[in-house]
């Protein structure tokens, strides 16, 4: 079983031809509420990929958080640790220009008051992957490491959004999942070669997969095992939530695999691109993450 520690938020879209300048007001045309957040997203995402999946979040007691559960668990998440605190729930007000700009306001609201109880460490405890990124409190995201690392649960953590992390969580990592960008606000080091990248994250964490949009994703391990496995060659429409596809198809993988190492990646990561893959062929975000067969058939292909 997969369980994700992480944030929820509801995506309020606004097309418009142009984005307004500060004072400025426009008229847009179409609206949309599409359930966003990145940790309700690779939840999804780890579900459609076909894992076993449960949610432990926070949601305001609004109008958006019960839309936000209804999403997690109509894609089959299990969402008894999914609690409702006072106040509004995480909401990112996006406004999109006919060029595909765009002008992002995120409010964590609930994502902010997530704090952990006992009964979410038996839910970590219980799971064969913990999945976590950075969009909740990072003592949360520590403590939930902590109660995995204790119960031998593979520690999964996408540093997203990207920030320099304490030591105290990175010891805790098993398997760090970064863009290049991430990649480079973690390591501390400003460099466009992935391979620099993987060297210096293998000197903080035992496994480390780098994303590379287009060109695929990279492995690394402190065995000295390096993978590179190209992307699935697709017409890309939108590539937003890719991201969020790969990671939750890759904790897919390794809870089914019960782990990876430098001869299981070539293929789980093959598997975890052909998702982000399927999601970027689609437009949307959370909407267009993939189900297994449409994962299974890219990498097959
Ligand atoms: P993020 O969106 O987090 O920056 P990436 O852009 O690296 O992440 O994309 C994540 C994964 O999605 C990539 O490793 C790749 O497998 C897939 N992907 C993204 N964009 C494309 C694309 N244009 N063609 C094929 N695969 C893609």
């Not at 509004?88 to 007000?93: D, F, H, N, T, Y």
């Not at 299981?264 to 052909?274: I, P």
Request: charged share 20%.
């Amino acid at each position: 079983r997969v369980v994700v520690v992480g944030s929820a938020n509801l995506d309020l879209v606004v097309t418009a031809p142009q984005l307004p300048r500060p004072g400025e007001t426009v008229l847009g045309d179409d609206f949309r509420m599409v359930p966003g957040g990145k940790g309700a997203n690779q939840a999804v995402a780890a579900a459609r990929a076909g894992a076993d999946c449960a949610f432990v979040g926070a949601i305001g007691g609004d109008g958006f958080g019960r839309l936000l559960r209804d999403n997690l668990a109509a894609a089959g998440v299990e969402v008894t640790g999914l609690r409702t605190v006072d106040g509004p729930s995480g909401v990112a007000l996006i406004a999109v220009d006919h060029a595909a700009e765009n002008c992002i306001v995120v409010a964590p609201g609930a994502n902010a008051a997530l704090t952990l109880d006992d009964g979410d460490r038996d839910a970590v405890a219980a799971a064969g992957v913990l999945l976590l990124q950075l969009e909740v409190p990072l003592a949360e995201v520590t403590r939930a490491a902590g109660w995995a690392r204790a119960a031998g649960a593979a520690v999964v953590l996408n540093a997203a959004p990207a920030r320099p992390l304490p030591a105290e969580l990175l010891d805790l990592v098993d398997v760090l999942v970064v863009n290049e960008h991430e990649a480079a606000v973690v390591a501390g080091v400003f460099t466009d070669e992935p391979a620099a990248l993987l060297d210096s994250l293998v000197g903080l964490v035992p496994r480390v997969v780098l994303t590379l949009g287009a060109r695929g994703a990279a492995y690394a391990d402190r065995n000295g095992a390096r993978v590179e496995v190209p992307a699935p060659t697709i017409d890309a429409v939108d590539t937003t939530a890719a991201g969020d596809a790969f990671t939750g198809a890759l904790a897919v993988a390794l809870a089914e695999r019960g782990g990876l190492t430098g001869d299981t990646a070539t293929a789980v990561l093959r598997w975890a691109c052909a998702a982000g893959a399927a999601c970027a062929q689609r437009p949307g975000a959370s909407t267009a993450l993939p189900e297994r067969a449409a994962i299974d058939a890219l990498a097959a292909a």
